[in-house]
């Protein structure tokens, strides 16, 4: 059916955007707002929810959205392996590998509006993509949708889902490397030399930090002189950001602003 649908020119001009922003999106917070970005021009919706197989055919979940109404608890329920949504939607998926699209309905017999209700979910656009041994590789779970539920909005899931399952997958493989990384540096810098950094990120001078901490001037500046020898950075500045990277210090402080 969705072979016969003719794209116009705006059409494809926003599957085309949304293609070429994705070549640029590394990072979860990229991800995020390609997903709310780019991505709302042809399936505009509050609620992302996908995954990607690991090695082991294990799911690994994801969910991208800012609906301030869709909970931990909604997002659990709807993953639970067991007799969770997704699980559900998987399995019926498997027989026809089709998008399965489920709006909200006024006749409910089937009971899929009232649970859709009570998920926070609304309604559903759901799409899978298969291995080459025909096992589930990875899904998308569009809710909150605000389009018609019909053969575009299909065409839409078929066409755009191979791009944000591989863009989502590179993210992935980005934050394990990362891991990896932070993993076979673990160690390399002392906790003291950690806090002195995570002072430095905080702004403060080292005489400040050698106040606040209790030390001599001198000894702040062996712990910075050390830790950026250790992280083989010439700056102050440059060994805040090579710590944050390797997941010594977090981005920001969590200490309440004075």
């Known amino acids: 059916m969705n072979n016969a649908i003719e794209l116009g020119d705006e059409d494809c001009g926003h599957l085309a955007r949304i293609l070429l922003a994705s070549r640029r999106v590394n990072l979860r917070h990229n991800f995020f707002s390609w997903v709310h970005g780019p991505v709302q021009s042809l399936i505009p919706h509050e609620i992302l929810l996908c995954g990607i197989a690991d090695e082991g055919g294990y799911l690994l979940h994801q969910r991208f959205t800012a609906c301030r109404y869709f909970k931990d608890d909604h997002y659990h329920r709807v993953i639970h392996p067991a007799d969770g949504l997704i699980h559900q939607l ?3 998926w498997g ?3 089709e998008p399965r699209l489920i709006a909200a309905l006024t006749d409910d017999p089937d009971g899929w ?4 209700l009570d998920l926070e979910l609304k309604n559903l656009a759901f799409h899978g993509l298969c291995r080459v041994d025909g096992q589930m590789w990875g899904y998308a779970s569009f809710s909150r949708l605000r389009v018609p539920f019909d053969a575009r909005l299909a065409l839409f899931m078929e066409l755009l889902l191979p791009h944000l399952l591989v863009t989502l997958a590179r993210v992935l493989a980005n934050e394990a490397r990362t891991r990896s990384l932070g993993d076979r540096h673990a160690g390399l810098i002392t906790a003291r030399e950690a806090e002195v950094l995570a002072w430095v990120r905080d702004g403060k001078t080292n005489e400040e930090i050698a106040a606040i901490l209790g030390l001599s001037m001198l000894t702040v500046k062996n712990h910075l002189r050390h830790a950026m020898q250790k ?3 010439r700056t102050r500045g440059q060994a805040v950001a090579r710590a944050i990277a390797l997941g010594f210090l977090r981005a920001q402080s969590s200490r309440r602003p004075e």
């Open 95 to 97: 027989a026809k590998r």
């Open 231 to 233: 992280l083989v950075v």
């Open 113 to 116: 509006h009232r649970r859709l």
């Open 90 to 92: 998987t399995h019926e």
